[in-house]
């Protein structure tokens, strides 16, 4: 085997969700392209590297001290909706109907695999509220267990404050991350959403 192929195919398959086959079907691809649009590839990959960094508020991708949705005036300041990863950001926006700002904690709680509330972005969010006083937060963490856990504990840590917490409406699938929810799911998700305080719904309380 050609030596600089086989480092391109086991490097595509690193990647999340390609496997061995994909991985060959990408390389071949490449080697058929002309030599620009490989060019055109790898400076787009060396920008992102170099150019692209944290936002300083709300933790997404952003080419500033602040991303795009953060520096824009015409978005509802009151509204924050916390998520799991910055994938949920663009997920939620090719919805179309959400118009707040938006935390990602970088992961949900799972102690079992090291990652304890010190490794996400809470304090930062706790931050937010306090300085900027939002009127909801909104918790978009998905489905899963661990996101479950996740909503509850933010939602005690927001106890007292004069903030309402709610989170997506349960029609999201179950164990379903963010990303794969259609689009039509996501929008009544979003439309739907229930208070939450203390894992009950505030109807219940």
């Known amino acids: 085997m050609i030596e600089s192929i086989q480092r391109l195919v086991d490097a595509f398959s690193r990647l999340p969700t ?10 071949l691809h490449l080697l058929e392209r002309p030599g620009e649009e490989t060019e055109e590839l790898a ?7 170099e150019r692209v960094t ?27 909706c916390v998520v799991e990863r910055a994938v949920d950001v663009f997920t939620i926006e090719n919805a179309g109907r959400y118009r707040g700002l938006y935390h990602v904690l970088g992961g949900v709680l799972s102690p079992l695999n090291g990652v304890t509330a010190d490794k996400l972005h809470i304090d930062k969010l706790m931050n937010r509220v ?36 709610t989170r997506l409406a349960r029609g999201l699938p179950a164990g379903l991350e963010l990303e794969y929810v259609d689009r039509i799911t996501l929008v009544q998700a979003l439309n739907e959403r229930t208070d939450i305080r203390y894992g009950e719904d505030s109807d219940e309380n």
């Open 18 to 27: 390609i496997g061995t086959k994909s991985a060959w079907r990408l390389t």
């Open 130 to 165: 306090e300085n900027h006083r939002p009127a909801e937060i909104i918790l978009g963490l998905g489905g899963s267990a661990e996101a479950e856990t996740t909503s509850l504990y933010i939602a005690r840590l927001l106890g007292g404050r004069p903030v309402k917490v």
């Open 54 to 80: 944290v936002c300083g508020e709300c933790c997404n991708y952003a080419e500033s001290e602040l991303c795009e949705i953060c520096s824009s005036p015409s978005r509802d300041r009151t509204t924050i």
């Open 43 to 49: 400076s787009c990959l060396r920008a992102v590297k």
